[in-house]
Structure formats: structure tokens, C-alpha cells
């Protein structure tokens, strides 16, 4: 008897262990065709995609300002329309999606969670905002991290990769992370995270300033990966790490008064985040980038009406995203040369224009009246951007067990 209740019980383990392992195989399974899906989806629609956002009428407009953007309703395209009258003539335009000027921070991020899944799936996503100064470029960006409910699209995003890894540590997934920050000021490259850096906003920096002679020369590899030469990488393991870099990097970000706006953001911001994972029971591998990027203001110099270092700043400024406009139009004609060595900016954002990456634009709108004539020319740019086809990026996996 003894030796036949021990027979069962072999047989009831062995059919148990059967099961996990199949349970196992399809929880593997199930998760290639989800991503195979999601991406599946995200490909679907485009690559490349444009959000608008307009942010709502402040005190500094003046009172009794009105809108000058409307959002008209279509069965056709439901919150992807906008409206905007200048001079008395009314121009159309039709985006990916439209957030109105009572968007939340959580509204917007909700759109583009899913493109941040992709990060962990293994693919370069790049999402970055652009429009004139106060428009709200870096509130959507960054947000005001001391309020939970106003945070922005870079510490949400960073704590929905965060969760995430630590969900899938329960499949045999673990990752190492690693974060810069630069920025692009009068087109030189500058570390955010140097050591050497000094701290403090609107103070005039010569060229080598506190980087010795440091290069920071940008360099693209054969499998599309962007390096720059002598800037800081710092392993980061929590969103807290992270915060507290990005808090480091706002300070001692370029910044100045100029008719627009009281604190100015007089260059692009760039938050890199790259990813390694390993799948210890599968031995896959993934590589990934996160690129998040806060352009400087959009508007011409005669709107800006910089002087002196100001103006050096501005006409800087003009030159890298008229040079992006450059890219994007050539981008759209399919053109045989693509003009991306014509600024820091655009040689930076290479890979994410060049069709290696998952890229979505972020156009923010001022909607008083005396930004319509500005509003106008960064939704033209907008749809500009909205009409390339950059082609179906690559997923970065391998089997091979090593970091």
C-alpha cells in the first residue's frame, strides 16, 4: 500500500510539473503575440506620428483674450481636427490626435503609453515636442514634478518602464538601465550631467566654458545606435535616481528672459534612456533607446525681438530647426540625400528620422491671438511632419545570454 501511494504521488508530481511547463510555453507564447500585435498596431498607425496639444488661455494673454483655435467635430476623423483663424481666414488641419485645451497630463500620456511599451519590446521610440516659447512644450515634457496629478510625459513614461520591468521579472526578464541628459545650445552639445557643470539659470556660457575640452562628438554606428563622445552615463535602478538627475539637469539647463517668456528655454533638451534586457529563461535578448527631447522655441526672430546674447541664442536656434524642416521635407519627397549633418540637432535625431525608430512629435499650440500667426507656422511644420513615411523600424533582440 505504502508503495503504491508513492507510485500515485510520482505520477500526480510528474503530471503537475507536465502542466507548469505547458502553462510556461504558453505564457512565452502569449507574450511574442502580444507584442507581436502591439506593434503590429503601432505600425498600422505610421511610424512617424503627430499629436497637437493647445494649452488653455493664462492670465499673462490679457483679460478678455479669446481663442483663436476651434475643434470641429467629424465622423471621420473624431479628435484628430483643429481650426485655426488668422486675419479672418479659418486653416484646417487633421493630426493623429488633438488635445484640447482642457487636456489632463494623464489624458495625453494615456495616448502614448503604448509606444513607451515598445521600449521594453525591444525598439527605439523618440518622442519630442515643438513649438514656439509658452506654448507648453516643457510642461508637457516635464510637468511640475512636486505635484503627482501635473507630472509630464518624461517622469510618467519612466515610471511606466520602471513597473513594467518589474512585472516581467516574474518571466525571467531582467534589465540594466542606463540615463544621459544633453543639451544643444548655440550648437554645441553640453552635458547636463558633468560633474564639472555649474548650476544656476540665464548665465552667459563661453564656448568650452566648465567642459575643459571635452568633444562631444556625435557617432552612429553600423547597427543605427547614436554615441556621444565623452558624455556622462549614469546606471540608474529607480524612478527616484532619475528624478533626481532630471531635477539636476532642469538647473543647470540654458534658460533667459526674452519677450515670450520670463525663463526661456534657449536650447533642445535631450533625455536618453537605454535599455538592456535578458530573458534568463529564454536567454533573449533586447536592446533598446528611449530618446525624450524638449526643442527650444519655434518663434522668428522678430517675434522673439532678442538683443545681444539673446539674439545669438535665437538666430542659433532658427538655424537647427529650420535645418529639421530641411530634414522633414526631404524625408517627404523621398529624396536620395537627406541633409542631417546640417545641425547637431538633426545629425543627433538621425536614427530617429531615418526610419530605425518609432518617432512621435508632440506640436504645442498657443491659442491668444497674438500667437496665431506663430501657432500657424508650427502646425504647417506639423503637417508636414505628419505626411513622411520613414519606413518600418527593427526590433533589437538576440539569443545570446550577456550584457
Known sequence: MANLSASETKTNLEAQKKFIKELEFQVIEGEKLRKNLHNSILELKGNIRVFCRVRPLLQEDGFGTEMVVSYPTSMEAPGRRIELVQSGQTYHFTFDKVFNHEASQQDVFIEISQLVQ???????????????????????????????????????????????????????????????????????????????????????????????????????????NTHVSDLTIIDVSSVNEISSLLQHAAQCRSVGRTQM???????????????????????????????????????????????????????????????????????????????????????????????????LMFVNVSPDASSAGESLCSLRFASKVNACDIGIPRRHTSSKSSF
Not at 146 to 160: A, N, Y
Not at 197 to 220: C, M
Not at 299 to 318: F, H, N, P, V
Open 261 to 359: 517668456n520670463e525663463q526661456s528655454s534657449r536650447s533642445h533638451f535631450v533625455f536618453t534612456l537605454r535599455i538592456f534586457g535578458i530573458n534568463e529563461n529564454t536567454e533573449q535578448q533586447v536592446q533598446s533607446v528611449l530618446n525624450l527631447i524638449d526643442l527650444a522655441g519655434s518663434e522668428r526672430l522678430s517675434r522673439s525681438e532678442a538683443t545681444g546674447d539673446r539674439l545669438k541664442e535665437t538666430q542659433a536656434i532658427i538655424k537647427s530647426l529650420s535645418s529639421l524642416s530641411d530634414v522633414i521635407s526631404a524625408l517627404a519627397k523621398k529624396e536620395e540625400h537627406i541633409p542631417f549633418r546640417n545641425s547637431k540637432l538633426t545629425y543627433l535625431l538621425q536614427p530617429c528620422l531615418g526610419g530605425d525608430s518609432k518617432t
Open 118 to 224: 515598445s521600449v521594453l519590446d525591444g525598439y527605439k521610440v523618440c518622442i519630442f515636442a515643438y513649438g514656439q516659447t509658452g506654448s507648453g512644450k516643457t510642461y508637457t515634457m516635464m510637468g511640475e514634478h512636486d505635484t503627482p496629478d501635473l507630472k509630464g510625459l518624461i517622469p510618467r513614461s519612466l515610471e511606466q518602464i520602471f513597473q513594467a520591468t518589474q512585472a516581467l521579472k516574474d518571466q525571467g526578464w531582467k534589465y540594466k538601465m542606463q540615463a544621459s541628459i544633453l543639451e544643444i545650445y548655440n550648437e554645441t552639445i553640453r552635458d547636463l550631467l558633468s560633474s564639472n557643470r555649474p548650476s544656476g539659470i540665464d548665465q552667459t556660457r563661453k564656448e568650452n566654458g566648465a567642459h575643459g575640452k571635452q568633444q562631444y562628438t556625435i557617432k552612429h554606428d553600423a547597427n543605427g
